[in-house]
């Protein structure tokens, strides 16, 4: 049985093969998307438990997905793992501030985002996060980002 459904979106070929690899073989199922677009819609389609997500990522407008998500009943109530080659402390306080959970610059060990993952799915939801995504419209409609 799998531990839990993860999207890494990353768009970086080694880190999709190198972490998508190492979530899978700790039990966890693992899409992989490469832009905030596949990205938004795969969290429109599926039911995931956490994203690992690049700070930045290809798009056609704005390419910080967490911003993109935390605007979508569908995707603010999940954990994000920020796991990005921006290293420096601006870029670590953008994602923070935007709503990620952790932030593991690269490279990392993918012993130390299992560990991290781990961690995220075990606690409580944060309390400005529901619990479930049921804050999703029953119709399954999207709201516009305003």
Excluded at 21 to 47: C, F, K
Excluded at 57 to 79: F, N, T, V
Aim: aromatic share 4%; glycine share 6%.
């Amino acid at each position: 049985m799998a531990k839990g459904r993860i999207l890494l979106a990353h768009g970086n070929a080694d880190c999709q093969t190198i972490y998508g690899s190492a979530l899978a073989h700790d039990g966890y199922v693992v899409d992989i998307v490469v832009d905030v677009e596949s990205a938004l819609r795969d969290l429109a389609n599926t039911s995931y438990d956490l994203v690992v997500s690049d700070l930045y990522l290809q798009s056609d407008g704005d390419e910080c997905l967490i911003r993109r998500m935390k605007h979508l009943p569908y995707s603010a109530h999940l954990p994000v793992v920020i796991l990005t080659g921006w290293t420096t402390e601006p870029h670590r306080r953008v994602a923070m501030d935007e709503g990620a959970d952790d932030f593991l610059a690269l490279p990392t060990r993918p012993r130390d985002l299992i560990a991290t993952v781990g961690t995220l799915l075990d606690q409580p939801r944060r309390p400005d996060r529901p619990s479930s995504p049921s804050a999703t419209d029953q119709d399954g409609s999207v709201m516009k980002e305003i």
